[in-house]
């Protein structure tokens, strides 16, 4: 399956994990009964909540949001990979950046907080600005956008855990490295609460207190998954935290995971506890030759199917060039209303799923310019969310209408919606290759149409209801 940007980068960032389908799985076993060993785990179905969510919110916060700092250079794909790692656009990163001496963040860094200053010493300045952060308030924002899940990065790879975590990590080296706020159990609380799923992220590749040389290539990226007994034993003691402790109904590893790390019992754990739990595909060991560990989905990062597939897929991007918060960009580095109405409706006609990730300040706030975007794309929802929301792709993803603007097709049972990117021209649509029967306009009602040659026409009403792109409901049964 091809993929619409660069398919290097997206791969290295999931620890080269494919994007191919799988493997047929042997029969599900029944609840409860999931074993330690691969075919048992593998048969695993994907449930269908997460067919049906199709928006997540993607929530990066820790440590890197104090700083807020990164070069806005760009988009993951867009950029040379040999001046990606030292102009790093992703802020979460702010650390590694920091290790490359002649890089425009060590510069700012040292300009900004002095040569001495430590990375971990910006916990202060987070513990006491998450403290005023209002779960509640965040989770209601997410909900209000129509996400029916969310998920929360509880370790990036600095190995700061925004949970008072029980494993102690051997290489503190005095340094407190957990918020102090519980913010993994508030978290979770809040958006059950707003009705929406629960998952947490984990760096399990990854993990700057146990490495100091900084990732400088791509290539590094694989490199440095650390695979050795010590951080096995760490990162699978957290896994077991948050499955036990915080009720996780998602595994969203990142980077790889270590070749000793104990998946064979974690996973029927998991499902056995969870079983309309789901595991993404970044749990690769990232080593030549080691065979692909099971998972539910697929997770190409800033990029996105050309077609439509067989197998679940997920699209994780920012709003901006960064996940984590960058006080530096602004609206030319935000993606725009249309552009994110269309992204989603795109995906999903595709089988996909969008995580649409937030970066707060450390204080938990979200900056205004990522809530005008969600603002947007939740009022078009508000309109046009039956389109989108447990749908299936139809027998094909898209067409371009008479006057050349872009369609995308989703289903529901009976019912076909074609959704129409852009303003036509004229007062009718004209759909080549389109389903017939009665059409109606979200939002607005019935419209008069007809089919011939193949081809929907459809009057459009003087004013539409929603801007960016329009969703016809097409009766076929």
Not at 199 to 210: H, M, V
Not at 258 to 274: A, C, K, M, W
Not at 381 to 398: C, H, K, M, S, Y
Request: with cysteine; net charge negative; hydrophobic share 35%.
């Amino acid at each position: 399956m091809k993929i619409t940007r660069r398919t290097f980068t997206p791969l290295l960032f999931s620890a080269f994990a494919a994007c191919s389908k799988p493997e047929a799985a042997p029969e599900q076993a029944s609840e409860g009964q999931f074993e330690p060993n691969w075919p048992s785990i593998q048969s695993h179905k994907l449930p269908a909540w997460f067919d049906d969510a199709k928006l997540g919110i993607f929530v990066h916060w820790g440590l890197y949001s104090v700083p807020a700092w990164a070069t806005p250079l760009g988009e993951l794909g867009t950029i040379e990979p040999e001046v990606w790692f030292k102009n790093n656009p992703y802020a979460e990163w702010y650390l590694n950046s920091l290790r490359i001496p002649d890089s425009p963040t060590r510069k700012h860094h040292v300009e900004t907080y002095g040569a001495d200053f430590d990375y971990y010493q910006f916990a202060d300045k987070f513990n006491e600005e998450s403290a005023k952060w209002d779960p509640a308030a965040m989770a209601k924002v997410f909900s209000d956008v129509g996400a029916r899940y969310v998920v929360l990065t509880s370790k990036h790879h600095d190995g700061f855990t925004l949970w008072p975590s029980k494993v102690e990590n051997p290489h503190a080296d005095g340094r407190v490295l957990h918020s102090a706020r519980d913010i993994v159990g508030d978290m979770g609380k809040a958006v059950r609460d707003a009705g929406m799923i629960m998952g947490y992220y984990y760096s399990g590749g990854l993990d700057w207190t146990f490495t100091q040389e900084p990732v400088e290539t791509f290539e590094q990226v694989r490199g440095t998954i650390i695979h050795t007994d010590e951080f096995a034993r760490y990162a699978d003691a957290h896994w077991r935290e948050l499955m036990a402790d915080y009720d996780t109904s998602i595994l969203w590893n990142d980077i790889g995971y270590p070749r000793q790390g104990d998946l064979v019992h974690i996973f029927p754990e998991f499902y056995n506890s969870t079983p309309e739990g789901v595991i993404n595909n970044r749990f690769e060991t990232g080593i030549k030759g080691d065979p692909p560990r099971h998972h539910d989905f697929t997770t190409p990062e800033y990029a996105k199917m050309d077609e439509i597939t067989d197998y679940k897929w997920e699209t994780c991007r920012g709003l901006g060039y960064s996940f984590g918060y960058n006080a530096v960009e602004g609206e030319e580095q935000t993606i725009g209303e249309g552009e994110l109405i269309q992204l989603l409706a795109d995906i999903v006609s595709k089988n996909g799923n969008l995580l649409l990730n937030v970066g707060p300040r450390p204080d938990g706030s979200i900056p205004e310019i990522q809530l005008a975007r969600l603002q947007a794309l939740g009022d078009w929802l508000d309109v046009n969310g039956e389109a989108i929301f447990d749908t299936r792709p139809w027998q094909r993803a898209e067409a371009k209408t008479a006057d050349g603007l872009d369609v995308r097709f989703t289903r529901n049972g009976g019912d076909v919606y074609a959704i129409v990117f852009g303003d036509p021209a004229g007062k009718e649509i004209v759909i080549p290759d389109a389903p017939s029967g009665k059409v109606a306009l979200l939002g607005a009602g019935e419209l008069e149409a007809s089919s011939a040659d193949g081809a929907l026409k459809v009057k459009m009403p003087a004013a539409p209801p929603s801007k960016h792109a329009h969703a016809l409901k097409i009766t076929t049964a």
